[in-house]
Structures are given as C-alpha cells and as structure tokens.
C-alpha cells in the first residue's frame, strides 16, 4: 500500500482571495451609481467598423433604458439605431493604446448628456463608465441665458443712464 499526500492549504486559501474579490467588485459593478459597460472592438479588413456590448450593470439599464437582454452580445449600431456608432474613434484609440480619456458629450440615441470615462482592461476592448449630467447641462444653458439676458438689461441702463442729466 502506497499512499500519497499533498497541501493544498494555500492553494485554498488562494482560490478563497480570489472569490471573495470577485465577490468585492461583482457588488461594487452592480451598486454603484454610475453605468458601466464592457465592450470588444470590430474589426473588417483591419478598420475599426462596431464595437459589441459584452457585459453591463444594472445602472446601464437605468440611465439608458436599454435592457440587459437586448444589450448584451450586441453590436452598438443595433442597440444604439443605424447611422453612426457613437464614439467609435475615440473607443478605438482607448482599446489600441490603452490611454484613458474622459470626455462629455450628448448621446443621442438616449437623448441625454453623458460624463464618459473609457479605459481598456485587455487589448482590443474598453470598458466605459459614465454618468447622466442633463441637468447640470440644462442648468448651465439656462445661466449662460440668463447672464446675456442681464447684460443686455445692464447695457440697456447704461444707454438711458447716459441720457439722463445729472
């Protein structure tokens, strides 16, 4: 009779850090505020063409309105309407060079101002993290208005200021 013995013990304990990391960011990924995407880059002929939605938070569903179903293994220009697949460049270059960028822009298949952070986990992919900045938007057009409505309305007294005697 032979008989064989091995320790796994830090094997075990290895494989315990590592779901209960998964379990860390699984929760931070489907709690936090802000909508997050994971998304592969398309190519044909060697030219960036579409990117595909591979995974995405619950956040995602709520500032866009597009479902989890709908969503996930499909290609942006699906999911997002035909024309133009928003941000393709910018996503692109984020995936080929692994740069970071942070932008705003208006979205328009949801209608809505976004603050968009990309960054790439893996080559040929990018993740986005981007929250819904409408209202700030709306309220800062309404204070540049006001601003020019005030200065016309300053300008307007000092012209009849200046016609009045002193």
Do not use: W
């Amino acid at each position: 009779l032979i008989g064989f013995a091995q320790d796994i013990t830090e094997r075990k304990r290895a494989e315990e850090n590592l779901k209960q990391n998964e379990e860390k960011f699984r929760a931070l990924f489907e709690h936090m505020d802000a909508a997050c995407c994971l998304d592969e880059v398309i190519y044909e002929n060697g030219k960036v063409v579409d990117y595909r939605i591979l995974d995405i938070n619950p956040s995602f569903e709520r500032i866009t309105g597009i479902g989890r179903a709908q969503a996930l293994g499909a290609l942006a220009s699906q999911v997002y309407g035909p024309g133009a697949v928003p941000f393709l460049d910018i996503y692109a270059k984020v995936a080929e060079t692994g740069e970071p960028t942070s932008f705003e822009a208006f979205f328009p298949p949801i209608e809505k101002f976004l603050h968009i952070t990309a960054s790439s986990p893996a080559k040929d992919r990018f993740s986005t993290v981007f929250t819904d900045i409408t209202e700030r938007k709306k309220a800062e057009e309404e204070r540049e208005k006001l601003i020019v409505e005030l200065r016309a309305a300053l300008a307007k007294v000092k012209t009849l200021s200046g016609l009045l005697p002193i």
